[in-house]
């Protein structure tokens, strides 16, 4: 089994919805990340949470809010869809304790906002 | 200027060549460093991570860093089809609004050609 599982991993929904992403992790680490991908412009970051107490923004979270439900669980939400949050999204994870900053990432969520 | 910067792309080469992958970064204080491939629609791949000024070699594949210079590099010997993808160069610093953070650049396309 993956390590790092996000559902759904497509998804087509309409402006002005709200729709939520998950990221589930069986490595036990503490630290865990949102991003998306456009073309071009690599990956960015949208939350990072490093404990189930600590959220954080990102660079471009306007427009999304994240929830860590357990150290294995972070949610990212829209609130209201909006067409250029159609992108590619990833969750990923890392263990400062382990492996220092390595960040391992899921499969990726490609959501469109029509 | 951008914080994380990858030589333009997209970066075409004969099999069995070798492929040269340039990033360049911002903050000084960064300390870690990292190279991520990424296949069409797939997530990414951690690759090679260095810390230390110089070389690291794994396999066909040779990180070298020079933090006075501010840059970091990614050589792939022998190039293989199977190498054609996007390498993300990352880079994460160590205080402040850089902890814990990776930082990515923007992604170099290679195509190695048969």
């Known amino acids: 089994d993956a390590d790092v599982t996000q559902t759904p991993r497509n998804r087509i929904t309409k402006t002005g919805k709200r729709i939520m992403l998950e990221c589930s992790q069986t490595k036990g680490h503490d630290r865990m990340y949102w991003y998306r991908q456009d073309p071009g412009l690599g990956l960015r970051l949208i939350y990072y949470?490093?404990?189930?107490?600590?959220?954080n923004k990102g660079e471009i979270s306007d427009g999304y809010s994240v929830s860590r439900q357990a150290q294995a669980k972070f949610s990212l939400s829209l609130e209201s869809a909006i067409p250029n949050q159609t992108a590619l999204y990833f969750c990923?994870?890392?263990?400062?304790?382990?492996?220092?900053?390595?960040?391992?990432f899921g499969p990726g969520t490609r959501l469109t906002v029509l | 200027q951008k914080e994380v910067e990858q030589n333009s792309g997209p970066l075409s080469v004969p099999e069995g060549a070798i492929a040269s992958l340039n990033c360049t970064y911002s903050?000084?204080?960064?300390?870690?460093f990292f190279w991520y491939r990424q296949y069409s629609g797939k997530s990414p791949e951690l690759i090679m991570s260095?810390?230390?000024?110089g070389d690291k070699e794994d396999g066909r594949f040779t990180a070298q860093l020079n933090k006075a210079s501010q840059y970091v590099s990614l050589l792939i010997r022998d190039s293989q089809p199977s190498d054609s993808a996007t390498y993300l160069c990352a880079v994460t610093g160590v205080g402040g609004t850089s902890y814990g953070k990776l930082t990515f650049g923007q992604g170099t396309i290679l195509t190695v050609h048969p």
């Open positions: 990923a994870t890392s263990d400062p304790s382990g492996s220092g900053d390595t960040q391992y």
């Open positions: 260095i810390y230390s000024n």
């Open positions: 903050d000084r204080v960064s300390q870690s």
């Open positions: 949470s490093f404990d189930v107490k600590d959220i």
